[in-house]
């Protein structure tokens, strides 16, 4: 839950101080590609924790490595369907958003074979992949739930804005702490 929290806040800070133009008009060219590097980096992270899954699913048994894999395909058509959507939407070109998403998509490939030979000695990290995987569609959902994140870009809105999701992550942490992890 950490990892997530944590995630949100990075995409967070991705969004507001890396990505987001210094532009004071808010349709302008620039305010609606904001979001399309973050559905690319989310969606790699994304596809990168789907290669670990299928390695880790065909150490354990053929059969699931198999099913893995297709229910994974089932699953990445509509989702990469949908984010070449939202690319297009946002303004890119579409043979520029195919290779891009294209590009996005093939992290899975090399997190398959890397985790294949290396999943025992760093299975630890796959809960964290999994997490900021997570964060980053949480991100887009929240950011896209609540698009008044995006009218005032000012510092001192930001700022605020800043305030707001950090005051949420501590309160998520302290209820964490204090509850514990029961279900």
Known sequence: MYFILGGILF???LEKFLIWRNCQNNSCEVHSDASMPIILVGDAFHNFTDGILIATAFLTEFSIGIAVSITIIIH????????FGILLHGGMQ???????NLISSLSTIPAAIISYYII???EFLIPIFLAISS??????ALSDLTPQ???KTDTKEIIKQLILVVLGILIMGFILTIGGHEH
């Open 149 to 151: 994140l995006h009218e």
């Open 135 to 140: 964060a980053s569609f949480i991100y887009i």
């Open 76 to 83: 990445e058509i509509p989702q990469e369907t949908g984010d």
């Open 11 to 13: 995409f967070f800070f």
């Open 120 to 122: 025992g000695i760093l």
């Open 94 to 100: 579409k043979k520029k958003a195919f290779i891009y």
